[in-house]
Each structure stands twice: as C-alpha cells, then as structure tokens.
C-alpha cells in the first residue's frame, strides 16, 4: 500500500536561508511587521498607524543637534549601591548588566551641541537602562547639564523617558526631584529658556519634576505620560477614568502640553522655537 501514501517533501535544512536577526520588527500597535531599514528612513516610526518606537539615546542625539555631535560631559559618572539594596550584589550586579547591554553608563547622557547652529545644553535619557530610572547620578548630570546652562547662557533641551525614580536608592533617589527643580527655579529667574520634550513613558518623579517644568513642553504622539499608573487613580478616586486619559492627546487638551511633535518635525521645531524664545 505504499503505492498511495503521500511523500512528505520537508525543508532542507542544510540548503535553508537563514534570515538575519533584526532584519525585521513588529509594531507593538497595529502589529504591522516592518523591515528595519525603512524603520530607520521614518524615525523609527509606523508607516500604518504611526505608533513611534522608543528610540535609543544615540538615535535622538542624531536626529536632533546638528552633525549628530554631542559634546558630552560626565560620562563616567556612574551608581553605587549606597542602600545595599536587599541583596548588596543585586544591584551593582543590575547596572552591570544595563550598562553591557546597552553600551552606556547610565541612563541619561548630557552635554553641549548644536541645534541649527545654535549652542544648547541638551540632556537625553533612555529607556532602555533600567527602564530610564532616576536614581543619584540620572539627578546629578541632569543637575549639572541646568548648571551648564545657567554658565553658558545657553538653552536647555531635555529629552525624558522614564519609569520614575529608581527604588534601589530609595530616598536618594527621590532627592533628585528637588534638586533639579530648584535650579530649573534659578534657571527660570535668569530667563533662559528651557524646553522639556516628553516621549513615551515620561512618567513618576521624572514626570512630577524636571520633564514637567519646562517653559516649552513638547510630547511626541500617543505618549504615555502621568505620576501614578492607571489602575492605581482608579483605585484612590474610585472613578473611572476618561479614554485616552496619560496620553499626549489628552495632555494637550487639557492645557499640560504646549505641543505634539511628531518625531519627523522634532528637531525643526526645537530649532524655531529656539528661535521665538532667544533674545540673540
């Protein structure tokens, strides 16, 4: 009976193609499955729905200060453990292993550049290190690059993303949030501007000090942006909360943000309102 079983024909896995990891992505929206390559062409942003991939802090240094310089100052400032958090070896051991994977020290990069042609104090985070977490040394370079500005005279451009404060430094943590606010006060006095730009997440004690305390804020398309989580309003409150509510639409609506960008515009539009807000 051999006469009518079917031959199975399988693939040669000597003679198949292997497809190069990364040549390809998901959309985490609409699911749309893109070549990276076109990814790169549009911001790393979805050509269906528009949804904007988080970008590495090297992506927006690139897009955004002219030749992609950045100046960089306090590279090298890195986390200790100062709470022995839990295990004493978990912490140091968490960083490690951001810093390897993700080429960076820490999770904001700081420095002088360029938009334009004009100089500006420009800080960046990444989400990728820890989920952008704020912890002593996050708070001390964006401390310094506000210093930077008020020496220099110069702008200041941040760009925050982030999951909040990070819990292994604990209340050293959470100083960061009035350290940085009381310059930006002294920054304010002197009328330097300072333009914040929100992307997805900005949320926590980044988002309750120095990403909402800009003079010009900026979000980028459906943002994710808030203090506390959804679920945790709804619980104090006891109401239900309105659709769309911690998106960049509904900041805007309600007055909170002064402009949605997106990414393809971003650096155009730092650039004019650099412009407005400069006095030279």
Same mark, same amino acid.
Request: proline share 4%; with cysteine; aromatic share 8%.
């Given at each position: ?12 896995? /000597? ?6 990891? #990364? ?37 927006? !240094?690139?897009? *955004? ?9 306090? /590279? ?35 420095? *002088?550049?360029? *938009? ?6 420009? /800080? ?7 989920? #952008? ?25 941040? *760009? ?47 988002? /309750? ?6 003079? !010009? ?8 942006? #808030? ?16 659709? #769309? ?36």
């Amino acid at each position: 009976m051999e006469w009518f079983k079917k031959a199975r024909v399988g693939i040669d896995s /000597a003679n198949k193609r292997e497809v190069p990891d #990364g040549l390809w992505t998901k959309c985490p929206d609409c699911g749309e499955i893109t070549y990276v390559k076109e990814l790169e062409k549009s911001y790393w942003v979805c050509r269906i729905c528009s949804y904007h991939f988080r970008l590495k802090s090297d992506n927006y !240094i690139k897009m *955004i200060l002219d030749d992609g310089h950045l100046e960089e100052h306090d /590279a090298d400032l890195v986390s200790g453990d100062p709470l022995k958090f839990k295990d004493s070896k978990r912490y140091p051991m968490r960083i490690r292993q951001a810093q390897e994977k993700t080429g960076l020290k820490e999770a904001v990069r700081a420095g *002088i550049g360029k *938009i334009d042609g004009r100089l500006v104090s420009f /800080a960046v985070m990444d989400f990728h290190f820890i989920g #952008g977490s704020m912890g002593s040394v996050v708070g001390e370079k964006i401390a310094r690059a506000i210093e930077r500005s008020l020496e220099g005279e110069i702008p200041l451009v941040i *760009i925050s993303t982030s999951g909040g404060a990070r819990m292994q430094e604990g209340i050293l943590s959470l100083f960061q949030m009035a350290k940085t606010s009381a310059l930006l006060s002294e920054l304010q006095k002197t009328n330097i501007p300072y333009i914040s730009v929100l992307a997805n997440p900005t949320t926590a004690g980044v988002m /309750a000090s120095y990403a909402s305390l800009g003079d !010009i804020i900026i979000a980028e398309p459906k943002a994710l942006l #808030g203090f506390a989580g959804q679920r945790v309003i709804q619980q104090t409150i006891k109401q239900e909360l309105p659709e #769309g509510f911690q998106t960049s639409e509904f900041f805007l609506e309600h007055g909170f943000v002064d402009l949605i960008s997106p990414r393809k515009d971003l650096r155009k539009n730092l650039s004019l309102l650099l412009g407005y807000l400069c006095n030279d």
